[in-house]
């Protein structure tokens, strides 16, 4: 009887498509396993060479060692509790793989909270002092939905592949940065970490500096005041204008002159204006309002008060 279960483990093992025994439990019933093992310090004595007993024909297992996380020095997982670093104490799991192990990823019976406090555990720094509080932790995102250990190089960390990642899940922005106006997103010239800490931040929707304005400024320094005379909705927020993302209107705008400008500026400013209401006018037709006014960033000239030179 022994015998084909025996051959039948190690064959799936090494195509992993042996589903967990323990996947008929709940998150619940794992949990406290999980915290009974954690509590009673149930650590294997044989460390990764008791696991690799049974999981060494996983080659996605094996491949930790190509990775930062199986060097053997420093704070390195392989250094300390090994493979139990990350997977949590042994406990029985050695007599047979029934007894739950701390599990992570999408079909994970552990809770996104611990999955996570796993890996904060050693990467509690600066860059992910706002995790915490970060949407993507309310929103139970986990580490391993962007990050993976298992592999050489974790793609993430490549530029080139950085925006497929989080527009899977972000529809509406993988959308945007498709339209006629975006930033270099779709040739992956640029990614979503130039703007924003995928960790969190202290400035709403996680941008990378204190303020919309001062995240655009880290690249687009020409914006950047005091002008002369300043054009107040550009020191206020870009946003105000703009759209960072994508626009199917030119230079990202969120909408094209007049109408743009007529959010803030009444229809009549021009009332004593010698040109009609006609749309083919310079005050409506071609670049509208920008005709004139061209400096609509702030003018450094004398006579720039009306933002026209
Ligand atoms: C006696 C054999 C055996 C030993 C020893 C063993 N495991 Fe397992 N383990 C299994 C079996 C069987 C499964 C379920 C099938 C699978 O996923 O390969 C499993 C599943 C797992 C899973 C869940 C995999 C998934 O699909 O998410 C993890 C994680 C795990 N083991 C880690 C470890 C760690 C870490 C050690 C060492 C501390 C260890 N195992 C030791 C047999 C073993
Ligand atoms: C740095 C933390 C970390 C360490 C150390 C670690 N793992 Fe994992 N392990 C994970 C994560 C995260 C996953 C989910 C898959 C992924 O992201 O690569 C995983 C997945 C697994 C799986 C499921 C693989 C599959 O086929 O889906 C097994 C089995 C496993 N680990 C065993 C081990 C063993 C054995 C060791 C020690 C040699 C080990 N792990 C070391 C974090 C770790
Ligand atoms: C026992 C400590 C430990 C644990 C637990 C741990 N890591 Fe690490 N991790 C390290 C060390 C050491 C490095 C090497 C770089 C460094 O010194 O920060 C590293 C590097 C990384 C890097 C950068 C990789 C690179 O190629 O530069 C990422 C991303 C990362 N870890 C993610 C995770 C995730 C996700 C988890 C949880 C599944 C996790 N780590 C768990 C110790 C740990
Ligand atoms: C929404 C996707 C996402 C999530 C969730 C995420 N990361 Fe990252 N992480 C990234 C990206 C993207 C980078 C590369 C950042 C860059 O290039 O500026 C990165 C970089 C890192 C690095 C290496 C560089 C550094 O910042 O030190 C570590 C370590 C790391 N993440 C750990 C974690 C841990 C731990 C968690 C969970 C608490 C986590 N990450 C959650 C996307 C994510
Ligand atoms: C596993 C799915 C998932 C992935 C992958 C993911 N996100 Fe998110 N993200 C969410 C969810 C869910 C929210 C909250 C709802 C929303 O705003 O769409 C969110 C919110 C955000 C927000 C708004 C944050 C705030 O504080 O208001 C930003 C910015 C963001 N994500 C950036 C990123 C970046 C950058 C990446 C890639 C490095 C990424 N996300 C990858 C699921 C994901
Ligand atoms: C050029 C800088 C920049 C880049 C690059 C960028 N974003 Fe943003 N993102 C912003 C700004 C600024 C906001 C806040 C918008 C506002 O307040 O009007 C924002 C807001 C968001 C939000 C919250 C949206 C909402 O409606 O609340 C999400 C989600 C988001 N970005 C995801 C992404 C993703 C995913 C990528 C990569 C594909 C990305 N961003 C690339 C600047 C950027
Ligand atoms: C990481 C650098 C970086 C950041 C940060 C950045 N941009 Fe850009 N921006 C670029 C690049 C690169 C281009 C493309 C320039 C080109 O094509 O010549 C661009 C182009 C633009 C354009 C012209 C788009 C078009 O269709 O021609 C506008 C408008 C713009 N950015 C506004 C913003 C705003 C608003 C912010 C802040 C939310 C911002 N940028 C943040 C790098 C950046
Ligand atoms: C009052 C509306 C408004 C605000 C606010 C605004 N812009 Fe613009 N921006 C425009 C218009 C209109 C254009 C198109 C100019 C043209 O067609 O000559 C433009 C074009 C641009 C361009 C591309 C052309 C160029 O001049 O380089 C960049 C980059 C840009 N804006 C960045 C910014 C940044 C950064 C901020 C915030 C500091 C900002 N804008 C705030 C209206 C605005
Ligand atoms: C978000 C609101 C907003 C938008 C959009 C906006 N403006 Fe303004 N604009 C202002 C405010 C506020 C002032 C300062 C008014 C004051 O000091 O009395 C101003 C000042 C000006 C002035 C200088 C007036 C003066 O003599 O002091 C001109 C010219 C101007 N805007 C043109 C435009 C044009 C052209 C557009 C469209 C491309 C535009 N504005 C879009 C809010 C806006
Ligand atoms: C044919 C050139 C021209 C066009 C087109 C034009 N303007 Fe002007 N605008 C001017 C001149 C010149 C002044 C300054 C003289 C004055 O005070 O009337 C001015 C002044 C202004 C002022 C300041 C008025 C005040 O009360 O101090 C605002 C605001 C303004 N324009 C907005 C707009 C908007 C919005 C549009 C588009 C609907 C527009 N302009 C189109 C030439 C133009």
């Not at 950047?224 to 204008?241: A, F, M, T, Y």
Request: aromatic fraction near 4%; glycine fraction near 8%.
């Amino acid at each position: 009887m022994r015998r084909p279960l025996a051959i039948a483990l190690v064959i799936s093992a090494s195509f992993g498509l042996q589903a967990k025994p323990w996947s008929d439990q709940t998150q619940e019933q794992v949990m406290n396993t999980l915290t009974h093992k954690f509590e009673q310090g149930l650590y294997s004595k044989k460390g990764a060479d008791g696991c690799l007993m049974c999981h060494k024909k996983n080659d996605k297992v094996m491949a930790i060692f190509d990775g930062v996380h199986g060097s053997q020095s420093g704070h390195s997982p392989m250094a300390g509790l090994q493979c139990e670093a990350c997977h949590g104490p042994q406990g029985k799991h050695n007599r047979g793989g029934k007894e739950p192990m701390l599990d992570f990823g999408a079909n994970a019976l552990t809770s996104v909270d611990a999955q996570n406090s796993v890996c904060m555990g050693c990467h509690q720094d600066a860059e992910r002092m706002s995790w915490h509080a970060s949407t993507h932790n309310l929103e139970e995102v986990s580490c391993v939905s962007c990050h993976q250990v298992h592999v050489a190089e974790d793609p993430i960390l490549d530029k080139q592949q950085q925006n497929a990642t989080c527009t899977s899940c972000h529809s509406e922005q993988k959308m945007q940065m498709h339209q006629r106006s975006s930033h270099p997103m779709r040739w992956d010239e640029m990614q979503c970490s130039d703007c924003h800490n995928p960790h969190g931040s202290l400035t709403e929707s996680s941008l990378n500096e204190v303020s919309v304005n001062q995240t655009c400024y880290s690249c687009h320094a020409d914006k950047r005041g005091p002008k002369l005379w300043e054009h107040q909705p550009v020191i206020d927020n870009c946003s105000n204008c703009h759209t960072p993302h994508g626009s199917v209107n030119d230079n990202l705008l969120k909408a094209r002159a007049p109408l743009l400008c007529q959010q803030c500026h009444s229809g009549n400013v021009h009332a004593s204006r010698p040109y009609g209401d006609s749309g083919d006018s310079a005050f409506t037709g071609g670049g509208s309002c920008l005709n004139c006014h061209s400096q609509i960033h702030g003018s450094n000239h004398p006579q720039g008060k009306a933002l026209q030179r």
